[in-house]
């Protein structure tokens, strides 16, 4: 799939500068789109053939609108924090009377792709019916988190954001869960195979699919019964495990930081010392000094 700046020949009119960042989750394109402006904007989304819900994040300037022709005004009147859900086939217009800065997150997908790796059935009507301009602060929040790891090489964002984009999908279309899912934790076999599968792994990327095709559960059937099991998600059990792999590391040899951080699946020390940090309440090297001392 090409991103808008691949099929924008020259940026619209306004438009000073443009930047996108990709990542691809659960057979889901997520695109994070960042605009600099400066007056009256109005330009082709350029996603006419793929599915997509194209989710506002910040908006510095007047309001923006979806359209579905260029000169048409939208008929639907502004609503803070708003989508668009447009399905293959379908044109759709960004407008904007004043814009300063614009961030958006378009994901696009096919249904019947992300249909079968997340081994649930969407409504056909509802996949075909547009939604022009709604709200949904659920939604927005989880396309939100997604835009802020686009770009993290951590291992841990893949289970991660194959959770966010499993829990998207779903939301927007209406799946609903399975009875009695939600507090039926992992069968001891289950949980066991999944345990040493991570522990092998670590601290490798790993896909959110994988884990549920190993105990033959869709991926939301997966995530609701593995929280109950465990207590956490999938995401944040392998980043825990990670961190107490680092501490073995930290008591055990005289590893450097850096070589604790690259040995753990961590960008560098600094990415390591910060949520080591965060998890624990304490830097890597003032962890070590007092269990050392």
Not at 70 to 96: K, L
Not at 114 to 143: E, H, M, N, Q, Y
Not at 272 to 290: E, I, S, Y
Request: overall charge negative.
């Amino acid at each position: 799939m090409s991103t808008r700046i691949d099929k924008l020949a020259q940026l619209p009119e306004n438009v000073l500068s443009l930047s996108v960042s990709r990542r691809a989750w659960n057979g889901v394109s997520v695109d994070i789109a960042e605009f600099h402006c400066a007056g009256r904007v109005v330009h082709h989304l350029c996603y006419e053939t793929e599915t997509r819900l194209s989710v506002l994040l910040e908006e510095v300037g007047s309001h923006c609108e979806p359209r579905l022709r260029e000169n048409q005004p939208c008929p639907i009147g502004y609503i803070p924090r708003h989508m668009h859900f447009a399905p293959a086939g379908m044109d759709m217009w960004g407008y904007s009377a004043d814009a300063r800065f614009v961030k958006d997150a378009t994901l696009s997908f096919d249904p019947a792709v992300v249909s079968g790796r997340l081994a649930t059935g969407f409504d056909a009507d509802v996949v075909a019916t547009p939604r022009l301009r709604f709200a949904d602060d659920r939604i927005w929040t989880l396309v939100g988190l997604l835009s802020e790891v686009v770009n993290d090489p951590d291992p841990a964002t893949q289970l991660y954001g194959d959770g966010l984009t499993a829990a998207i999908i779903a939301r927007l279309f209406a799946d609903q869960p399975q009875a009695g899912a939600d507090d039926k934790g992992l069968a001891p076999w289950q949980l066991r195979r999944i345990v040493e599968y991570l522990d092998t792994h670590l601290p490798k990327r790993i896909e959110l699919a994988q884990l549920a095709a190993l105990v033959d559960l869709s991926q939301s059937h997966f995530s609701r019964a593995f929280k109950a099991s465990t207590g956490m998600a999938p995401y944040r059990w392998q980043l825990d495990a990670r961190i107490r792999r680092a501490q073995a590391l930290l008591l055990d040899t005289e590893a450097s930081l850096d070589q604790v951080a690259e040995t753990t699946g961590f960008a560098d020390a600094v990415h390591f010392g910060r949520t080591f940090r965060k998890l624990t309440g304490a830097t890597p090297a003032a962890w070590r000094q007092d269990r050392k001392s």
